[in-house]
C-alpha cells in the first residue's frame, strides 16, 4: 500500500517565524490536538500493525470524538502518512543535528544507521511501528532517503564509496537497516548490534573491510538526544 505524499501542515513555531505573526489560540489548539492524534496512532500501530487501524478506534484512544477524527484526516492512510512523517522528521533531524560537525558521508552515514538500530535496541515498540511505515508509509520514505543520499554522494566524492547505482545503495541502505531493526523486534540482538548493522552496510556500498569496521565501531558522538 503507498500513499500518497503532501507537506505537512505548518505548526505554529514556522507561521511565527515566516510571517512575524503569532498563531491564534485556536490554532495552537488544533495543532495540540493534531500531534495528540499521530501519537495516539503511534501506540496502536505498535500493538498492531498498520493495516488494523480504525478511526473509531483511533478516537478512543486518543480521549476525543469520533466527529473530531474527521477534522484531521479524512482515512486511516492519511493518518498512516502523517505519523510517517513524524517519525522520519524527530529521529532524521537528531541525526543531522548530531553530525553537523561531521565531514566525511561515510560517518554521517554509520551514525545514521547506529542511530536508529541503537533505538530500536532501546525501545521495540518504536522499532515496530517505524519498520511498518518504511514499508508502507512514501513519506517516510522520502524524509529520510532525503539525507541519505547527501551522505551516499558525500561518500563517493571522498572515494569511500562504490556502487553502480544511486537509488539501488539508497534502497540497500533504507532495507537493511530496516531488516536489522527486524530482527531485534523478533528478539534477537548481538554485542555491539549498532556497530555490525554499520559495518555491513559500509561493505555494501564497497568500503574494505577494515576501514569500515574501524568506522562503524568509532566511539559514537555524546549529545544525541535518543528517544526513550
Same mark, same amino acid.
Given at each position: 500500500?503507498?500513499?500518497?505524499?503532501?507537506?505537512?501542515?505548518?505548526?505554529?513555531? =514556522?507561521? !511565527?517565524?515566516?510571517?512575524?505573526?503569532?498563531?491564534?489560540?485556536?490554532?495552537?489548539?488544533?495543532?495540540?490536538?493534531?500531534?495528540?492524534? #499521530?501519537?495516539?496512532?503511534?501506540?496502536?500501530?505498535?500493538?498492531?500493525?498498520?493495516?488494523?487501524?480504525?478511526?473509531?478506534?483511533?478516537?478512543? =484512544?486518543?480521549?476525543?470524538?469520533?466527529?473530531?477524527?474527521?477534522?484531521?484526516?479524512?482515512?486511516?492512510?492519511?493518518?498512516?502518512?502523517?505519523?510517517?512523517?513524524?517519525? !522520519? #522528521? =524527530?529521529?532524521?533531524? +537528531?541525526?543531522?543535528?548530531?553530525?553537523?560537525? &561531521?565531514?566525511?558521508?561515510? +560517518?554521517?552515514?554509520?551514525?545514521? &544507521?547506529?542511530?536508529? &538500530?541503537?533505538?530500536?535496541?532501546?525501545?521495540?515498540?518504536?522499532?515496530?511501528?517505524? #519498520? +511498518?511505515?518504511?514499508?508502507?508509509?512514501?513519506?517516510?520514505?522520502? !524524509?529520510?532517503?532525503?539525507?541519505?543520499?547527501?551522505?551516499? +554522494?558525500?561518500?563517493?566524492?571522498?572515494?569511500?564509496?562504490?556502487?553502480?547505482?544511486?537509488?539501488?545503495?539508497?534502497?540497500?541502505?533504507?532495507?537493511?537497516?530496516?531488516?536489522?531493526?527486524?530482527? #531485534?523486534?523478533?528478539?534477537?540482538?548481538?554485542?555491539?548490534?549498532?556497530?555490525? &548493522?554499520? =559495518?555491513?552496510?559500509?561493505?555494501?556500498?564497497?568500503?574494505?573491510?577494515?576501514?569500515?569496521?574501524?568506522?562503524?565501531?568509532?566511539?559514537?558522538?555524546?549529545?544525541?538526544?535518543?528517544?526513550?
Amino acid at each position: 500500500m503507498a500513499t500518497k505524499v503532501s507537506k505537512l501542515k505548518p505548526q505554529a513555531p =514556522e507561521i !511565527a517565524a515566516r510571517t512575524g505573526v503569532q498563531p491564534t489560540r485556536g490554532f495552537k489548539k488544533k495543532a495540540r490536538t493534531r500531534q495528540l492524534l #499521530i501519537e495516539s496512532a503511534l501506540r496502536i500501530y505498535a500493538r498492531k500493525g498498520m493495516v488494523d487501524l480504525a478511526l473509531n478506534e483511533l478516537a478512543e =484512544e486518543a480521549g476525543v470524538s469520533s466527529g473530531t477524527i474527521y477534522n484531521y484526516f479524512r482515512s486511516r492512510e492519511d493518518v498512516l502518512e502523517a505519523v510517517g512523517l513524524s517519525l !522520519a #522528521i =524527530e529521529l532524521s533531524q +537528531q541525526v543531522s543535528n548530531l553530525t553537523l560537525d &561531521v565531514t566525511r558521508g561515510a +560517518q554521517r552515514l554509520s551514525i545514521g &544507521v547506529r542511530t536508529f &538500530v541503537k533505538q530500536a535496541v532501546r525501545d521495540p515498540q518504536w522499532a515496530r511501528a517505524v #519498520i +511498518q511505515v518504511i514499508h508502507y508509509a512514501n513519506g517516510f520514505k522520502t !524524509a529520510l532517503t532525503e539525507n541519505v543520499r547527501a551522505d551516499l +554522494q558525500l561518500g563517493v566524492e571522498q572515494g569511500d564509496f562504490q556502487y553502480a547505482d544511486e537509488n539501488v545503495a539508497l534502497a540497500f541502505v533504507v532495507s537493511a537497516t530496516a531488516g536489522a531493526m527486524t530482527t #531485534i523486534v523478533d528478539g534477537y540482538t548481538a554485542d555491539g548490534h549498532d556497530g555490525l &548493522v554499520a =559495518e555491513m552496510v559500509l561493505r555494501g556500498l564497497g568500503m574494505p573491510g577494515q576501514k569500515a569496521r574501524c568506522i562503524a565501531r568509532a566511539p559514537y558522538p555524546r549529545g544525541l538526544p535518543v528517544q526513550k
